[in-house]
């Protein structure tokens, strides 16, 4: 069985492709043995739902993440592939999963900041965060009350990307890439032994029809990027 994680820094279309994978009968992941939202097993909000059904399975007390983590792949010894999507800020025992030998990483990235940032906002204004590749109708006007905010969500992808960097055999995909319908990722296809790509691409979102003042909101977030 290969293990894999999907590390990504969200607001990257990291669940089409973990919905894309999931489709295939011989890919383990969480949400076919248990209803975990965007098959994060790790999201602190519902760790603890999640940890007492993998530890009936495995019939021994699960006291870390590493436990957690090889308890899943254990109860799904029989796949072909077993993984789940992460974020690198979910891991208490992140060098763990930097030594592991024998979890493939793959790391997904979104290259447009900006546009990284306004999701993030939006999302968290209309208190969901699924788009379901439909048009996006919401947009909020930049201004000073907006500026802790987004230099508290570059703070979290500046040091998701670092983290991210450490993994220096990851098979590195970025959502500008995964949009298009010529997508291919030859690493990606390898490892899966078949092509991977999302059914239905939908062409990268660019915000700067959703943030007012968008010129501004772009040299704000510019002039912050760590050299």
């Not at 939202?37 to 530890?55: A, G, K, S």
């Not at 992140?94 to 979104?110: E, G, K, M, P, V």
Request: charged letters at 20%.
């Amino acid at each position: 069985m290969k293990s894999f994680i999907l590390m990504t820094t969200g607001r990257s279309g990291s669940t089409a492709l973990m919905n894309t994978l999931a489709k295939y009968p011989d890919v383990a992941v969480p949400n076919k043995q248990i209803d975990c939202i965007d098959n994060e097993i790790l999201h602190p909000n519902f760790v603890n739902t999640y940890i007492p059904f993998y530890q009936k399975f495995s019939q021994v007390p699960i006291s870390n993440e590493v436990e957690f983590i090889n308890c899943f792949y254990q109860s799904n010894k029989t796949s072909t592939y077993a993984g789940f999507k992460s974020m690198p800020e979910r891991h208490k025992q992140f060098q763990a999963i930097i030594n592991s030998s024998h979890i493939q990483i793959i790391t997904l990235i979104r290259r447009d900041i900006a546009s990284t940032i306004a999701s993030f906002i939006m999302a968290i204004d209309k208190k969901t965060w699924r788009r379901n590749g439909g048009k996006q109708s919401y947009s909020f006007t930049f201004s000073d009350q907006y500026k802790p905010r987004v230099l508290s969500h570059l703070k979290y992808i500046v040091n998701s990307r670092n983290k991210l960097k450490q993994f220096t055999n990851a098979i590195s995909l970025e959502y500008e890439d995964l949009c298009q319908n010529d997508f291919e990722k030859q690493n990606l296809n390898q490892y899966f032994d078949r092509e991977i790509k999302l059914s239905q691409p939908k062409p990268p979102v660019n915000a700067k029809n959703h943030v007012k003042t968008w010129n501004d909101f772009q040299q704000f977030i510019q002039q912050h990027i760590p050299s």
